[in-house]
Nanobody, 127 residues
């Protein structure tokens, strides 16, 4: 059974940093892509980052490029999203998700989800 559990969310001031963690069970990062999504109230779900299987390629949305970094630690079966220079508009519930490819995973939207998903963690950035 695949399980994903996010942690690390919280309240931070604008300009600060947070590192989200996603503890994974039931699959390997060697043959699955791992992605991070977020959804703010009243807004569409947004794919912010994805790392392909075995870490070959990474994707970042324009809104986070240069500020967020995705990584994985296979030994700990944990994926991370390092978020720097946070802005109030980064406030959202953040989810990690896994599927065979980033192409499939990033097709997920507010109304349909591909792959396996965690329960989410709240990130709030104050101005």
């Amino acid at each position: 059974e695949v399980q994903l559990v996010e942690s690390g969310g919280g309240l931070v001031q604008a300009g600060g940093s947070l590192r989200l963690s996603c503890a994974a069970d039931g699959f390997s990062f060697d043959d699955h892509a791992i992605g991070w999504f977020r959804q703010a109230p009243g807004k569409e779900r947004e794919g912010v980052s994805c790392m392909s299987s075995a870490g070959v390629t990474t994707y970042y949305s324009d809104s986070v490029k240069g500020r967020f970094t995705i990584s994985t630690d296979g030994a700990k079966s944990t994926a991370y999203l390092q978020m720097n220079r946070l802005r109030p508009e980064d406030t959202a519930i953040y989810y990690c998700a896994a599927d065979l490819t980033c192409d499939t995973l990033l097709m997920s939207s507010s109304t349909i989800r591909f792959g396996f998903w965690g329960q989410g963690t709240q990130v709030t950035v104050s101005s």
